[in-house]
């Protein structure tokens, strides 16, 4: 559930309607870390990725985000420069609100509840994450990250659901803390049974309620 479906509908047009809209072609960043954070973004089209630079120079994917996402407001709202960067994955259409406006206007809807309790949410999610890492195999791992990827950022099309993925297999298996070959020894293993398929840029979870609750036996007892 994102931000959008949250709040009330005025007030997120009120939001929508205090940005200049602009579209990013895919692939460009929408802020960049360490920057002064001087916009906030209401996303209504598109999918983008939040990445972190480390020191050694590595470029690391933490989050993918959609449609009715705020962008960069905690870093507005804490007058804090920006922790990461967004990059488009998709072609993206965003509005761009400026820091006075933003503070502004979530006043006015009394929106600072709203934004803290999706702060908790991501939190939350963060958590759970982390005890996929800590307690599940690698197609554990990848069958649960994907199932939330589908609920984050999925497309619905055709009664399946396409994901963006805008990072290679070396990326994923950083995010999940598997190498590249386990990573896509795990992507072929839920292929093969059919919960997902896998194209150059996306993929396509066929059926998201087995994948949220995959477990290899669970798997082997069916076939």
């Keep these: 559930m994102n ?14 309607l205090g940005g200049v809209r602009r579209t990013f072609a895919p692939g460009v960043p929408l802020m960049r870390q360490g920057e002064s954070s001087t916009f906030a973004i209401a996303l209504t089209e598109g999918t983008v ?28 709202l804490l007058n804090e420069p920006r922790s990461a960067s967004v990059w488009s994955i998709t072609r993206c259409v965003g509005h761009t609100i400026s820091a006075p406006t933003f503070r ?46 589908a609920n984050e950022v999925g497309e619905p099309r055709a009664g399946t659901m396409i994901i963006h993925m805008g990072m290679d297999r070396e990326e994923l298996g950083f995010m999940l803390k598997m190498s590249r070959a386990t990573a896509s020894e795990a992507l072929r293993r839920l292929k093969s049974l059919k919960l997902i398929e896998i194209g150059r840029k996306t993929i396509k ?3 998201q309620v087995e994948l949220e609750s995959y477990e290899p036996q669970k798997m082997r007892d069916v076939s």
């Design 49 to 76: 990725k939040i990445t972190q630079d480390t020191i050694d120079g590595r470029q690391v994917p933490l989050a993918l985000r959609g449609p009715g996402e705020l962008l960069g407001e905690m870093g507005v």
């Design 104 to 149: 502004s206007l979530v006043e006015r809807c009394d929106l600072h509840g709203d934004i803290y309790r999706r702060s908790v949410t991501r939190s939350l999610q963060g958590e759970r994450y982390l005890r996929n890492l800590l307690c599940h195999a690698p197609d554990v791992r990848m069958a649960r990250f994907l199932a939330e990827l």
């Design 3 to 16: 931000l959008r479906e949250t709040i009330s509908p005025t007030a997120w047009n009120e939001l929508v």
């Design 205 to 207: 979870v066929i059926n």
